[in-house]
């Protein structure tokens, strides 16, 4: 990849990889960090595809497995289990602060499968791809993911868990 | 029973509506910073290892001298110690009285030497460090 070619892609990318990451770990410093983290291993890598999509769901594989490497060092470092930052609020009611929250109150791989599936679109193999899963695994993790998060946006809904 | 893909179609308009409302501030030299910094390490690593790959034969031609070396050192000391006991009739005397034969003695020396090697190796290595 050239120069030009990256700084197309990163300029394409950039932004959905870094709400993909604060969706998921809700620390804008972090976010910074692993994102530039994630094209500068891209660029190391030397992965070469001509399909412009495979090259993002590599990037977002590259910067998923950062993100668990982050929670891994954070987790050892605090000697117990790491409680990703609760999502911050944003300025104005929204649906922003809808999805925020509600994904706030879920856990971290349930957030990061229903961003790749809902606001990225991703199948359940390519999510798989990404997370490092099982396609099987991800198909019954997303049906339960959803289930909570409906639960969440529609407290008062009855009988949307079968 | 309602199915939950019923609310597919919403939570996806909800999400992609999430992501459309997150704006970010970016660098506007982000990307150039990035290449840089990959391609400056790529030119590094490149460096090291065409470094690495010129000292190679050097390396080769140190080991094969500190070998040559060490079984020098260990065939005299074998020869040495086998010769003894037959300069010196004390020493046989002496040897026959610990139970320990010459042959034994030059194997002890022909385990002696590289063990000496590896430990001054080791602690080169790691205490001095």
């Not at chain 1, 692993?34 to 977002?60: G, I, M, T």
């Not at chain 1, 891994?72 to 809808?98: F, H, I, M, Q």
Request: net charge positive; proline share 4%; with cysteine.
């Amino acid at each position: 990849m050239d120069e030009p070619a990256f700084e197309e892609l990163y300029r394409a990318t950039a932004a959905g990889l870094r709400t993909y990451l604060y969706r998921v770990c809700g620390e804008r410093r972090v976010v910074d960090d692993l994102v530039q983290e994630a094209y500068y291993r891209l660029l190391r890598s030397k992965f070469a595809s001509e399909n412009h999509e495979e090259v993002v769901r590599y990037l977002f594989r590259i910067a998923t497995n950062l993100l668990k490497d982050h929670w891994a060092a954070a987790k050892k470092e605090r000697g117990g289990t790491v409680k990703s930052e609760p999502l911050a609020a944003g300025p104005s009611p929204s649906t922003r602060l809808d999805v925020h929250s509600a994904l706030g109150a879920l856990r971290p791989a349930d957030r990061e499968i229903l961003w790749l599936a809902y606001a990225e679109g991703y199948s359940h193999a390519e999510i798989a791809g990404i997370a490092g899963l099982k396609a099987g695994s991800v198909r019954v993790m997303l049906f339960r993911a959803r289930e909570r998060l409906v639960r969440i946006l529609r407290p008062n809904a009855k009988g949307e868990s079968r | 029973m309602s199915d939950l893909r019923e609310h597919d179609a919403e939570l996806a308009e909800l999400f992609a509506q999430s992501k459309r409302e997150e704006t970010w501030q970016e660098e506007p030299h982000a990307a150039a910073a990035i290449w840089l910094r990959a391609r400056a390490d790529e030119l590094m690593s490149g460096e090291i290892q065409s470094r690495q790959r010129r000292a190679r034969p050097l390396m080769l031609g140190w080991l094969i001298a500190a070998v040559s070396v060490m079984a020098a050192v260990v065939l005299g000391l074998f020869q040495f110690v086998q010769t003894l006991p037959q300069q010196s009739p004390e020493l046989q005397e002496m040897f026959a009285g610990l139970a320990f034969s010459p042959l034994s003695a030059a194997l002890l020396a022909l385990a002696a030497v590289p063990a000496l090697g590896l430990l001054q190796f080791f602690w080169k290595e790691t205490i001095r460090r």
